[in-house]
């Protein structure tokens, strides 16, 4: 390859180093915005995550909370703050990802791409509303159930600390979250002709130990967190298999139409 060749491959690879940093800064821009908006309102928002507590203990009843370092609140203030900055900014960031993506893809690839840029965000929103609703107002009245009160000479309640409770919810609205683009993720394996429905089928057996498997390491060790991400999971894993199907349809149907102008060319 001669000099000239050299120089001509690097304008290119100059321009998209410059696309990505304009891409990086428009993002992380967005990630500072939100996360001292959701500073100010950490303590807030830190209320709002304990509406699955509430439920378990009862909605009148008060709840004590604890830290036990002078620091422990603040760095949890700062954890929530990046977690919710990186939820709220999320439509930035994956718009910042398609502008940087779509220019190399064609046009066709474009309309199939954006679906699942859409797809993500609701799925993963479904995924922490059910642990919202649902499985942590559970989760915590299964932990709270431990408790020894009454006449007993030996009290044993539970005073959560702020940061552990945090972790809690977070771990598990990560998990769900996760899990929920299953569809997502094997849908687009079959746009690469990486994955079948067929395929999935018969291997649905290994799916359910795995989907288990998943549960028992990203949850908590209790059997509400665990069951409550597996069922849904399997359930979205059948979802995964119709959308897999669907795209088999579709591109036999493009195949078809394909063949046809093919055969009309050659007539």
Same mark, same amino acid.
């Given at each position: 390859?001669?000099?000239?060749?050299?120089?001509?491959?690097?304008?290119?690879?100059?321009?998209?180093?410059?696309?990505?940093?304009?891409?990086?800064?428009?993002?992380?821009?967005?990630?500072?915005?939100?996360?001292?908006?959701?500073?100010?309102?950490?303590?807030?928002?830190?209320?709002?995550?304990?509406?699955?507590?509430?439920?378990?203990?009862?909605?009148?009843?008060?709840?004590?909370?604890?830290?036990?370092?002078?620091?422990?609140?603040?760095?949890?203030?700062?954890?929530?703050?990046?977690?919710?900055?990186?939820?709220?900014?999320?439509?930035?960031?994956?718009?910042?990802?398609?502008?940087?993506?779509?220019?190399?893809?064609?046009?066709?690839?474009?309309?199939?791409?954006?679906?699942? !840029? +859409?797809? %993500?965000? &609701? =799925?993963?929103?479904?995924?922490?509303?059910?642990?919202?609703?649902?499985?942590?107002? *559970? @989760?915590?009245?299964?932990?709270?159930?431990?408790?020894?009160?009454?006449?007993?000479?030996?009290?044993?309640?539970?005073?959560?600390?702020?940061?552990?409770?945090?972790? !809690? +919810?977070? %771990?598990? &609205? =990560?998990?769900?979250?996760?899990?929920?683009?299953?569809?997502?993720?094997?849908?687009? *394996? @079959?746009?690469?002709?990486?994955?079948?429905?067929?395929?999935?089928?018969?291997?649905?057996?290994?799916?359910?130990?795995?989907?288990?498997?998943?549960?028992?390491?990203?949850?908590?060790?209790?059997? &509400?967190?665990?069951?409550?991400?597996?069922?849904?999971?399997?359930?979205?894993?059948?979802?995964?298999?119709?959308?897999?199907?669907?795209?088999?349809?579709?591109?036999?149907?493009?195949?078809?139409?394909?063949?046809?102008?093919?055969?009309?060319?050659?007539?």
């Amino acid at each position: 390859m001669s000099q000239q060749d050299l120089d001509a491959t690097k304008a290119p690879l100059i321009e998209h180093l410059i696309e990505l940093r304009k891409r990086l800064m428009w993002s992380c821009g967005a990630i500072f915005v939100c996360f001292i908006v959701c500073f100010i309102f950490a303590k807030q928002i830190y209320n709002i995550l304990l509406y699955p507590y509430r439920q378990a203990v009862g909605g009148d009843t008060r709840i004590e909370m604890i830290y036990t370092a002078p620091q422990e609140f603040f760095f949890t203030e700062l954890k929530l703050s990046l977690f919710g900055a990186i939820f709220i900014a999320f439509p930035v960031l994956a718009s910042q990802v398609y502008m940087f993506v779509a220019p190399g893809l064609y046009k066709n690839e474009r309309q199939a791409f954006l679906p699942f !840029l +859409i797809a %993500t965000p &609701i =799925l993963f929103i479904m995924g922490g509303a059910l642990v919202y609703y649902v499985v942590m107002p *559970l @989760a915590m009245a299964f932990f709270l159930s431990m408790q020894q009160t009454g006449d007993t000479q030996v009290q044993i309640q539970l005073t959560a600390r702020v940061s552990e409770y945090l972790s !809690l +919810i977070m %771990t598990l &609205i =990560l998990a769900f979250g996760l899990c929920f683009q299953l569809p997502v993720l094997l849908t687009l *394996l @079959a746009r690469a002709g990486l994955a079948t429905s067929e395929g999935l089928r018969s291997k649905r057996k290994y799916a359910v130990v795995g989907v288990f498997a998943v549960a028992a390491v990203l949850t908590p060790p209790d059997p &509400i967190s665990q069951i409550g991400l597996a069922l849904p999971t399997l359930l979205l894993y059948e979802i995964s298999i119709l959308s897999v199907k669907l795209v088999e349809k579709k591109r036999a149907e493009a195949q078809a139409e394909r063949e046809a102008e093919d055969d009309d060319t050659e007539a």
